[in-house]
């Protein structure tokens, strides 16, 4: 009975350091997010009801089709070392983008994303990654029913950190 009693004690102190230790990492990420967070800009998506944050020292380009738009965001300093871009298509056709090659992986990751959530593919070419999911606009008009949503970039980091950006967009 005393050595049962002693291996439930162990497996109870190890269960409890094994929920700090993770507790921790959680609170190290949302203590990053949310610096990350701080440092972006709400702007609007040209003339629509839609604004997402960007860092500042980025713009929105807009290309604008028959029936849809597409919109990119990029540093507005095209000489410095770009840490991520992406953008947005607002119509009724979007189509995914396939990976660059065969080689590349494919994982899946969810995301909230005008409040609703949202499952994104992310590809990884030797440490190239992009992302991409196709949700419901809530837009409410007959034009733009559909959001591609997409992005670049060259490390896992900034890889969370885009999942950030495109967490932030909202509709007003």
């Given at each position: 009975?005393?050595?049962?009693?002693?291996?439930?004690?162990?497996?109870?102190l190890?269960?409890?350091?094994?929920?700090?230790?993770?507790?921790?990492?959680?609170?190290?990420?949302?203590?990053?997010?949310?610096?990350?967070?701080?440092?972006?800009?709400?702007?609007?998506?040209?003339?629509?009801?839609y604004?997402?944050?960007?860092?500042?020292?980025?713009?929105?380009?807009?290309?604008?089709?028959?029936?849809?738009?597409?919109?990119?965001?990029?540093?507005?300093?095209?000489?410095?070392?770009?840490?991520?871009?992406?953008?947005?298509?607002?119509?009724?056709?979007?189509?995914?983008?396939?990976?660059?090659?065969?080689?590349?992986?494919?994982?899946?990751?969810?995301?909230?994303?005008?409040?609703?959530?949202?499952?994104?593919?992310?590809?990884?070419?030797d440490?190239?990654?992009?992302?991409?999911?196709?949700?419901?606009?809530?837009?409410?008009?007959?034009?733009?029913?559909?959001?591609?949503?997409?992005?670049?970039?060259?490390?896992?980091?900034?890889?969370?950190?885009?999942?950030?950006?495109?967490?932030?967009?909202?509709?007003?």
């Amino acid at each position: 009975m005393k050595t049962q009693l002693k291996i439930f004690a162990l497996f109870t102190l190890l269960l409890l350091y094994s929920c700090k230790e993770n507790s921790d990492k959680v609170s190290k990420s949302n203590d990053a997010d949310n610096e990350f967070l701080k440092t972006l800009v709400e702007r609007q998506i040209g003339k629509s009801n839609y604004y997402i944050s960007l860092p500042k020292d980025y713009v929105i380009e807009e290309t604008n089709g028959e029936d849809f738009s597409v919109y990119h965001f990029y540093p507005a300093d095209s000489t410095k070392k770009t840490d991520f871009s992406g953008g947005f298509y607002f119509g009724n056709h979007p189509s995914q983008f396939p990976p660059d090659s065969k080689s590349c992986t494919t994982e899946n990751k969810k995301n909230r994303i005008l409040g609703q959530d949202s499952n994104w593919t992310v590809y990884n070419c030797d440490g190239n990654y992009s992302v991409q999911t196709i949700i419901d606009s809530k837009s409410g008009e007959n034009w733009n029913e559909l959001l591609h949503i997409f992005g670049n970039t060259k490390s896992n980091k900034n890889l969370n950190n885009m999942l950030l950006i495109f967490s932030t967009m909202k509709k007003n």
